[in-house]
């Protein structure tokens, strides 16, 4: 079930996500919000943290990620 923010509420998060990025739109937000769902089924964001916790957890830098994959991959 997906929520939709009413005006009220997406212009209250628009003002919050201004503090962080002035000059941030309503349309921006909104485009975030209709693309949150495409990128979630592509398991981008599910790839992503992944990278991130293994650089926070065992200091592996994001190229060193991309490059064994790219050779587990020619080794498989």
Request: charged fraction near 20%; include cysteine; proline fraction near 3%.
């Amino acid at each position: 079930m997906e929520h939709e923010f009413s005006p009220e509420e997406l212009s209250q998060l628009v003002k919050a996500a201004q503090v962080a990025a002035p000059g941030f739109t309503q349309d921006e937000y909104q485009s975030l919000v209709d693309s949150q769902e495409k990128l979630g089924e592509s398991g981008f964001c599910d790839a992503t943290w992944a990278v991130v916790r293994l650089q926070e957890q065992k200091g592996i830098n994001c190229a060193d990620v991309l490059v064994s994959c790219v050779i587990n991959k020619l080794n498989n």
